[in-house]
């Protein structure tokens, strides 16, 4: 186990492309961390970066106290679940999971003690004589994860595991990599462009976008303070509200309602607002917003309410068992208010 | 399927009748052939039921050959054949495998041109580069070897092509995987590409095989001494006298011992050679 520590680490290709600009970033030791962001934001040829299956044009990935940049990613001291398993067909399972020690002159006994462990904590031990096309996908995922477990390395790299899985089987082996990592302790970097993965499974999360950091913090502190309108329209489900509006005298005003700004500088800014915090309030309150419903979504546990403030169009989040009208009047809390620079898109306050 | 008729079905089966039998009766015309004595021909019908040469004729091939026509006797054609098909086979797989494994996994310079050079000595058959390969072995003293007879034959752009495109289907991951397991690249290619190429090899085997058992004008080119005839050329040799007539009953028993060796490996590498050609997962 290690900590792993990138230094303005950067990915320029042949082309000229700059796929990842200098980033910065400290892993600490035991940290489950989550890359996400959109697809071709960096995240994955970051991974890849610190796997050593891409080269580094800038900067310095160290994983414990060396320098791996020119290290092989058999000597990095890493494992890593590939998006599609990657998984030798024509090995049986109990080959596959032998093969990374075999290559390391691991001892027989030494290599059977560690699959059959392996087999025991991933349950995959009524099929270690199977070839991977026999299995089922959440098998061969667990096996792609057996994989790394047996090699005890200092880091697991995962690069989007789940996207090859259905909805519930996704939600079934999210929950399982959450607690094999709490378990085992390991060091872990884990790529996905599904937000709701990010927010379940890290401890903190890193927001790409664009090859460059938006963000890093706990999924809490992403979520209820989101740096730029990106993060803010990124994380969350459903996505924030995003609104031009503008602030004079302490509030922010759009159209003829208001809402409480304190401190915020006057001027034209975006404000975000999640539909999870829009509550109705009695018609004709002061300030409030006015919503022209135009239709609704049914979840079950709540409905999306679809419609527009001013011309603009908002989602809002409503009790399922609400009678709703043409028109709702919706205000939210101060806290729930969030303001960003209308040019730049970043934070303000 | 369309309906089940019993019209439909006879029509069906009379058609595949029809079919087999014309591809078997010419088979089956040989072999009988080989069954009778040298006279049972002069009368200028071919018979159509079993002779009681049989015996006399087979073992009269192997041991002394047709001496009239300048032919060895059959068990060293047979062998040389052998010599051939397997040395053309496994040279060709062994080589062409090599180097799309260069192709497709490493960064060279160079490598696309070395890519389309292959490429375009697919354009190039035998035929059309046979003379001046013919001076290029004539003048390494490679007439009337086994080398000479098979190594011009070797290098082949089909079957580097088509292991390139093997390759290429199977996926990236794999071989990121395998870095990180710690293999490198000839252990990627023992453990990995070759046993994923299995069944592809086997079809390219059973391919190749045939071919190097069926080459013809090559041998007649290089080798002018009976120690390496080949059988394909054997047969030419006997059925080609002037002033006589073939001897019908030794030329086709050679034919048929000629088939078993083909055959024998199609039958045998049937399953495998299927799977070479259909199947996609990797």
Same mark, same amino acid.
């Given at each position: 186990?290690a900590?792993?520590?990138? $230094?303005?680490?950067?990915k320029?290709?042949?082309g000229g492309v700059?796929?990842v600009?200098a980033? =910065?970033?400290a892993i600490?030791?035991?940290?489950f961390?989550?890359?996400?962001?959109?697809?071709?934001?960096?995240?994955?040829?970051?991974l890849?970066?610190i796997?050593?299956? $891409?080269?580094?044009?800038?900067?310095a990935?160290?994983?414990?106290?060396?320098?791996?940049n020119?290290v092989?990613?058999?000597?990095?001291?890493?494992?890593?679940?590939?998006?599609?398993?990657?998984l030798?067909?024509h090995?049986?399972?109990?080959e596959?999971?032998?093969?990374?020690l &075999?290559?390391?002159?691991?001892?027989? =006994? $030494?290599?059977?003690?560690?699959?059959?462990?392996?087999?025991?904590?991933?349950e995959?031990?009524?099929f #270690?004589?199977? &070839?991977?096309?026999?299995?089922?996908g959440?098998?061969?995922?667990?096996?792609a994860?057996?994989r790394?477990?047996?090699?005890?390395?200092?880091?697991f790299l995962?690069?989007?595991?789940?996207?090859?899985l259905d909805?519930?089987?996704r939600v079934?082996m999210?929950g399982?990599i959450?607690?094999?990592q709490?378990?085992l302790?390991?060091?872990s970097i884990y790529?996905?462009?599904?937000? #709701?993965e990010?927010?379940?499974?890290a401890?903190?999360?890193?927001?790409?976008?664009g090859?460059?950091?938006?963000?890093?913090g706990t999924?809490? $502190?992403?979520?209820r303070?989101?740096?730029?309108t990106?993060v803010?329209?990124?994380?969350?489900?459903p996505?924030?509200n995003?609104?031009?509006?503008?602030v004079?005298g302490g509030r922010v005003? #759009?159209?003829g309602?208001?809402?409480?700004?304190?401190?915020?500088? =006057?001027?034209k800014?975006?404000l975000?607002?999640?539909?999870e915090d829009?509550?109705?309030?009695?018609?004709g309150?002061?300030?409030?917003?006015l919503m022209?419903v135009a239709?609704?979504e049914?979840?079950g546990?709540?409905?999306?309410v679809h419609?527009?403030?001013?011309?603009?169009?908002?989602v809002?989040?409503?009790?399922?068992e609400?009678?709703?009208? =043409?028109?709702?009047?919706?205000?939210?809390d101060?806290?729930a208010?969030?303001l960003f620079d209308?040019?730049s898109?970043?934070?303000?306050? | 399927?369309?309906?089940?008729?019993r019209f439909?079905?006879?029509?069906?089966?009379?058609?595949?009748i029809l079919g087999v @039998?014309?591809?078997?009766?010419?088979?089956?015309?040989?072999?009988i052939a080989?069954?009778?004595?040298?006279?049972?021909?002069l009368?200028g019908?071919?018979?159509?039921?079993? +002779?009681?040469d049989?015996?006399r004729?087979?073992s @009269?091939? %192997?041991t002394? +050959?047709?001496? /009239? !026509?300048?032919?060895?006797p059959?068990?060293l %054609?047979?062998g040389? /054949?052998?010599? %051939?098909a397997l !040395?053309?086979?496994?040279?060709?797989?062994a080589?062409?495998?090599?180097?799309?494994f260069a192709?497709?996994?490493?960064?060279?310079?160079?490598?696309?041109?070395?890519?389309?050079?292959?490429?375009?000595?697919?354009m190039?058959?035998?035929e059309?580069?046979?003379?001046?390969?013919?001076k290029?072995?004539a003048?390494l003293?490679m007439?009337n070897t086994?080398? +000479?007879?098979t190594?011009p034959?070797?290098?082949?752009?089909?079957?580097?092509?088509?292991?390139?495109?093997?390759?290429?289907?199977?996926?990236?991951?794999?071989?990121?995987?395998a870095?990180i397991?710690?293999a490198g690249?000839?252990?990627f290619?023992?453990d990995?590409?070759?046993?994923? !190429?299995?069944t592809?090899i @086997?079809?390219?085997?059973v391919?190749?095989?045939?071919y190097g058992?069926?080459q013809?004008?090559?041998p007649?080119?290089?080798t002018?001494?009976?120690?390496?005839?080949?059988?394909v050329?054997?047969?030419k040799r006997?059925?080609?006298?002037?002033?006589?007539?073939?001897?019908?009953?030794?030329?086709?028993?050679?034919?048929?011992?000629a088939?078993?060796?083909?055959v024998?490996v199609?039958?045998?590498m049937q399953r495998?050679?299927?799977k +070479?050609l259909?199947?996609?997962?990797k």
């Open positions: 186990m900590a792993i520590t990138l $230094e303005s680490v950067g320029t290709y042949a700059t796929a600009h980033i =910065d970033l600490a030791d035991g940290e961390l989550v890359l996400v962001g959109p697809s071709g934001c960096g995240k994955s040829t970051l890849r970066m796997a050593g299956l $891409e080269t580094i044009s800038s900067g990935v160290k994983i414990g106290n060396r320098v791996v020119q092989e990613p058999a000597e990095r001291d890493i494992a890593m679940v590939f998006q599609n398993y990657a030798y067909p090995m049986s399972v109990r596959n999971l032998a093969y990374g &075999k290559n390391r002159g691991v001892p027989k =006994d $030494e290599i059977a003690r560690r699959v059959a462990e392996a087999a025991k904590i991933l995959i031990g009524g #270690l004589d199977r &070839k991977p096309r026999a299995l089922s959440g098998q061969r995922q667990r096996v994860m057996g790394a477990i047996v090699r005890e390395p200092a880091a995962f690069d989007e595991p789940l996207s090859n909805a519930k089987l079934q999210r399982e959450k607690q094999l709490a378990r302790g390991t060091t790529v996905t462009h599904d937000q #709701l990010a927010m379940t499974l401890h903190r999360l890193v927001v790409l976008n090859g460059r950091i938006e963000q890093v999924p809490l $502190e992403v979520y303070k989101p740096a730029s990106f803010a329209a990124f994380i969350g489900s996505a924030m995003l609104l031009q509006a503008e004079s005003r #759009l159209g309602a208001s809402l409480p700004a304190p401190g915020a500088a =006057d001027g800014v975006t975000g607002l999640r539909p829009l509550q109705r309030t009695r018609p309150a002061e300030g409030a917003l022209n239709y609704v049914e979840l546990a709540q409905r999306l419609g527009t403030v001013g011309g603009q169009s908002v809002c989040a409503q009790p399922v609400s009678d709703l009208g =043409d028109t709702l009047t919706l205000t939210a101060p806290a208010v969030h209308a040019a898109g970043k934070r303000l306050g | 399927m369309v309906e089940n008729r439909l079905n006879l029509l069906a089966h009379l058609v595949l @039998a014309f591809v078997a009766f010419p088979v089956y015309i040989a072999l080989s069954t009778h004595g040298q006279n049972d021909f009368s019908l071919i018979p159509l039921l079993p +002779g009681h049989t015996i004729n087979y @009269a091939m %192997m002394q +050959g047709l001496a /009239s !026509s300048g032919a060895p059959l068990w %054609m047979l040389n /054949s052998l010599i %051939m !040395s053309i086979s496994i040279g060709k797989i080589i062409s495998i090599i180097s799309a192709i497709v996994y490493f960064r060279f310079p160079g490598r696309m041109i070395a890519f389309w050079l292959i490429f375009v000595t697919l190039l058959p035998v059309v580069r046979i003379l001046p390969t013919y290029v072995v003048e003293g007439l086994y080398a +000479g007879l190594v034959l070797i290098a082949s752009a089909t079957a580097t092509f088509l292991f390139r495109q093997v390759f290429l289907t199977i996926p990236e991951e794999l071989m990121e995987a870095r397991d710690g690249p000839m252990k290619f023992w990995i590409l070759l046993p994923l !190429s299995r592809n @086997a079809a390219l085997f391919i190749l095989f045939i058992w069926n013809y004008l090559w007649l080119l290089v002018t001494g009976t120690d390496h005839y080949t059988i050329l054997g047969i006997m059925a080609d006298i002037a002033d006589q007539q073939p001897e019908w009953n030794f030329i086709m028993a050679t034919v048929v011992l088939m078993v060796p083909p024998l199609v039958i045998f495998l050679f299927v +070479g259909i199947e996609t997962e």
